[in-house]
């Protein structure tokens, strides 16, 4: 596994951090992008989920992550 330090970042309040931009290119990852985030061996990993299109099922499982996310969204909304 290769490991690239490209910057640093500093956490803001609620918990936010900037993806410095080079990064945001090279992934695609632009406003609105959905990350999942996750803990890999004592390590935060950020992986970004393919966009939805419209009208094309996503199965259960997944509908519900969608409205649970939704939901978690709505809670913590300000």
Do not use: A, C, H
């Amino acid at each position: 596994m290769t490991v690239v330090k490209l910057s640093r970042v500093r956490v803001k309040r609620k918990g936010q951090v900037t993806i410095p931009k080079e990064i945001r290119n090279k992934f695609g990852i632009e406003e609105g992008t959905i990350l999942e985030i996750s803990i890999e061996d004592n390590k935060i990993v950020l992986k970004p989920l393919p966009s939805l299109e419209p009208g094309n099922p996503v199965g259960e499982e997944e509908f519900k992550k969608i409205l649970n996310e939704l939901e978690e969204r709505r809670r913590n909304w300000r």
